[in-house]
């Protein structure tokens, strides 16, 4: 087990650490708040963050110009080849070996309580478990494809993904949620399987499932009732914590699943 995050730990610098360039995948409130601690704590890297749109929305135009010089936007839908085809050759061309990819995204539920997650096996329905697995469990290992060749010239690295503890089998005692904890167990089988194939081909790469615990963002706001006090996560410490725990794991510890606080999740 890699050592818990203490609250202190999360100022620690990490400069040191990341040298090069970083990828954040999805500019939601916690993708940002990685790339705001990494701008923050590791002056020694550029970084990509991506998103959806054409043009970045107004919180990410603000981080830019926050840091123009080590700062870039590139659109990225993680459901178009084409798309991640593009963000390959745009990393090619940054400064610095790839040290850092972080994918941020995922999927929950749609706009104005359409396709909430099922209760009921009566609620399911093909088109949610299509987008939930587009999204949430075939995103990331394309995702890893993509930037495979990139990772190759940086010696050691890591590769993240945002999981679910729902996404855990031997965690499931509620039930429910069919679709999204389905995909989140398969990018969890996905990734496993990716990170024992670089353990052969990317020795020094450690690929990571982390659960970020309740954060505070758009994804969990319709489920944040019922969450006990002091565990509902601003995304600037989830984002602390999880990078505490990413950078704390060495390539022997490649392909497993991650709390935000250091412990691990079972499958």
């Known amino acids: 087990m890699v050592k818990s995050v203490a609250r202190e730990d999360l100022t620690e610098p990490i400069g040191s650490t990341l040298q090069g360039h970083g990828l954040v995948v999805a500019d939601g409130a916690l993708g940002r708040a990685l790339v705001q601690l990494l701008l923050e704590r590791a002056p020694a890297l550029t970084l990509t963050i991506t998103g959806r749109a054409t043009h970045p929305r107004l919180e990410t135009q603000l981080l830019l110009q926050q840091a123009p ?29 790839l040290k850092l990819v972080f994918n941020a995204s995922g999927w929950l539920h749609g706009p104005d309580g359409h396709q909430n997650p099922e209760k009921r096996l009566a609620a399911l329905r093909r088109s949610n478990l299509q987008h939930s697995f587009a999204i949430n469990g075939w ?57 024992l194939e670089w353990r052969r081909t990317l020795p020094r790469v450690c690929v990571a499932c982390l659960h970020p615990g309740t954060t505070d963002t758009p994804l969990s706001k319709p489920f944040q009732r019922g969450v006990p006090q002091g565990k509902l996560f601003t995304p600037a410490f989830s984002a602390a914590c999880l990078l505490q725990v990413l950078l704390g794991l060495k390539p022997e510890d490649s392909g497993c699943f991650w709390a935000w606080d250091g412990h691990p999740i079972p499958w």
């Open 69 to 97: 010089d080590r700062l870039t936007y590139s659109t990225l839908d993680l459901c178009s080849d084409e798309q991640l085809a593009g963000l390959r050759d745009h990393l090619v061309h940054t400064d610095g070996p």
């Open 139 to 195: 995103g990331p290992i394309l995702l890893a494809q993509a930037v495979e060749p990139v990772l190759r010239q940086a010696g050691r690295a890591w590769f993240a993904s945002l999981s679910a503890r729902v996404g855990s089998i031997g965690d499931n005692h509620l039930g429910g949620w069919y679709s999204y904890r389905a995909a989140k167990a398969a990018q969890n089988q996905l990734l496993r399987t990716v990170a």
